[in-house]
């Protein structure tokens, strides 16, 4: 894999340059923040290619990939396009012999990300899936608190969100192109578990429900799931579980619950609180998560690139994440458990 210099040595751009969440924008502007030169924008939209020139003057913008990646030297290329499209776009930039970082989820199905493992392997260039929320406080504070060894040894893993509402009228809550319920935060839930389960996935389970929204959906008959639970066997013992509903009238006031044999740890976003038995008494310990460090993603990009120290967000880590979702939205279409494949 070819080395550079210095991080400004690497041409980026991105792929999409849309208005929701102004992530084109926030993508060039954290990695001009590591150093490296916002070269180029891809957007079929003309007025969001006008935006991206007032924010980054001088700045190539088109509307074709395929133009792009004959008339562009661009190095990088961030795709921040619906989930659907990853896998294609991935591996039409990664066999045009350009790194790509794709925004979560790395694709919709295992055999995408297997394609384009392959693909980024063949053309010796980098792949990672834009997982800066690896690095998310409550996760961190997670690691901080099984480590100390406060709850003992984790036996099981189990991570909720959601409440009664209508998911909406957007392509995220459209099932082909979002991949279903479980596409969304259910990601970076499965990363974080990952974290926390040192182990290899054994098989998955997955068990929904669809039909209460549907009918309020412009997408009738391919909205996604109303909600979606995927339980994930590991090799350890530890099972995990993740539910993201949009039905439950009593929404839990935590993101995650981790049982361990000495005590249990319950996070939210911003805060986490110890349970455990001592004798006669229940004995709590709480307070706030340790500050999120996401920067740390683009500067271990950087130094991958340039010092050629690990990648620590690999593809095959990101591939563990996708092939939950995609064994527990398949397993509910079919009723049975599915065991996990490894390349």
């Known amino acids: 894999m070819r080395r550079y210099k210095n991080a400004s040595d690497i041409k980026v ?3 999409g340059y849309g208005s929701q969440y102004n992530m084109g924008k926030l993508h060039l502007e954290e990695m001009a923040n590591v150093g490296m030169k916002p070269t180029v924008v891809v957007e079929l939209d003309e007025q969001r290619l006008a935006v991206a020139r007032k924010d980054f003057p001088g700045i190539e913008t088109y509307t074709s990939v395929d133009q792009m990646l004959a008339k562009s030297e661009v190095d990088l290329i961030t795709i921040i396009t619906p989930h659907h499209t990853h896998g294609e776009l991935g591996l039409k930039c990664l066999g045009a012999g350009r ?3 794709c925004e979560k989820p790395m694709a919709v199905t295992t ?4 394609a384009m493992i392959d693909e980024a392997k063949k053309q010796q260039v980098v792949l990672t899936a834009y997982h800066n929320r690896h690095w998310d406080g409550c996760v961190l504070q997670a690691l901080k608190v099984i480590d100390s060894g406060v709850i003992g040894e984790v036996s099981r893993v189990a991570a909720q969100m959601g409440a009664h509402k209508f998911p909406g009228d957007w392509w995220r ?9 479980l596409y969304d935060w259910g990601v970076h839930f499965a990363e974080y578990a990952l974290q926390m389960i040192d182990s290899q996935i054994v098989e998955v389970s997955g068990f929904s429900h669809w039909g209460h929204w549907a009918c309020k959906s412009p997408w009738m008959k391919d909205a996604n799931e109303d909600e979606a639970t995927a339980v994930v066997r590991f090799a350890n013992g530890v099972w995990l579980t993740i539910t993201i509903t ?3 009238h009593y929404p839990k006031e935590n993101w995650f619950e981790i049982t361990g044999t000495e005590g249990t740890l319950l996070l939210t976003a911003n805060r986490w609180k110890t349970v455990r038995i001592e004798g006669d008494k229940t004995v709590t310990n709480e307070g706030p998560n340790v500050p999120s460090d996401w920067p740390r993603y683009h500067q271990n990009l950087i130094d991958h690139l340039v010092q050629g120290k690990p990648l620590i967000i690999t593809p095959e880590w990101s591939r563990r994440t996708i092939h939950i979702l995609d064994l527990a939205t398949r397993s509910a279409e079919k009723g049975v458990t599915l065991k996990a494949k490894y390349p």
């Open 13 to 15: 751009g991105v792929i």
């Open 99 to 101: 790194h790509v970082v």
């Open 111 to 114: 055999d995408e990300c297997d």
């Open 173 to 181: 809550s459209n099932k082909s192109i979002s991949g279903g319920a």
């Open 246 to 248: 949009y039905l439950d």
